[in-house]
């Protein structure tokens, strides 16, 4: 089973900045990688398939990049409503399982 | 609008069953999988079950096959998590989401609002 690891766990950071969260596939997962927004309380927001196309609504502020063992999403500008967990998800090897990160938690410094 | 109202969590003893639905309004059901993704307290997302569009290709985690039976209800647009056996280690809180395409969705684009499930004597 393929392994993700999110780093760091958490991140502490001043709204108006920028950050770039990562995530590494124990395996290569050539571009099927997803991220997702999750608040307390809700349902996961999907932000960003196929490793760098942004889902329908999310603003231009979200980016992400990466392939094969090693992804980025990058937040540009941080507003009060990002602060939050992002997971990344692998597709790649796909059936059996799908596989999430443990997520990063990103909150206001 | 995509809408997915969740129901059939609660408290259940160890070895009990429950029954989740969600049910779903705003896009074309038949036309796409369904997953059951759960989250126990304070860890990562974790993928339990899919289901493609006519319910006639279905996977399971190794977690749960044998004791979980995922199906849908096309003509009432419900999804479904029958589960039984239940024990400790599924406690979480249960999302239903939306895949992205007909059979073997890749990544999950709409959610519910999660169903509480609580294993517990």
């Known amino acids: 089973e393929i392994v993700m690891t999110q780093s760091p766990a958490t991140l502490s950071v001043s709204p108006g900045e920028g950050v770039t969260l990562s995530c590494r596939a124990s395996q290569p997962v050539n571009s099927n990688l997803a991220w997702y927004q999750q608040k307390p309380g809700q349902a996961p927001r999907l932000l960003i398939y196929?490793?760098?196309t942004r889902a329908s609504g999310v603003p231009a502020r979200f980016s992400g990049s990466g392939s094969g063992t090693e992804f980025t999403l990058t937040i540009s500008s941080l507003q009060s409503a990002d602060f939050a967990v992002y997971y990344c998800?692998?597709?790649?090897?796909?059936?059996?399982?799908?596989?999430f990160g443990q997520g990063t938690k990103l909150e206001i410094k | 609008e995509v809408q997915m109202l969740q129901s059939g969590g609660g408290l259940v003893q160890p070895g009990g069953s429950l029954r989740l639905s969600c049910e779903v309004s705003?896009?074309?059901?038949?036309?796409?999988?369904m997953t059951w993704v759960r989250q126990a307290p304070g860890e990562r997302l974790e993928w339990v079950s899919g289901i493609s569009h006519s319910g006639a290709t279905i996977f399971y985690a190794d977690s749960v096959k044998g004791r979980f039976t995922i199906s849908r209800d096309n003509s009432k647009r419900t999804l479904y998590l029958q589960m039984d056996n239940l024990t400790a280690d599924d406690t979480a809180v249960y999302f239903c989401?939306?895949?992205?395409?007909?059979?073997?969705?890749?990544?999950?684009?709409?959610w519910g609002q999660g169903s509480l499930v609580t294993v517990s004597s």
């Open positions: 196929a490793a760098s």
């Open positions: 989401a939306k895949g992205d395409r007909s059979v073997a969705a890749y990544f999950f684009d709409s």
């Open positions: 705003g896009f074309i059901f038949t036309s796409y999988a």
């Open positions: 998800q692998q597709y790649d090897h796909w059936p059996p399982a799908h596989t």
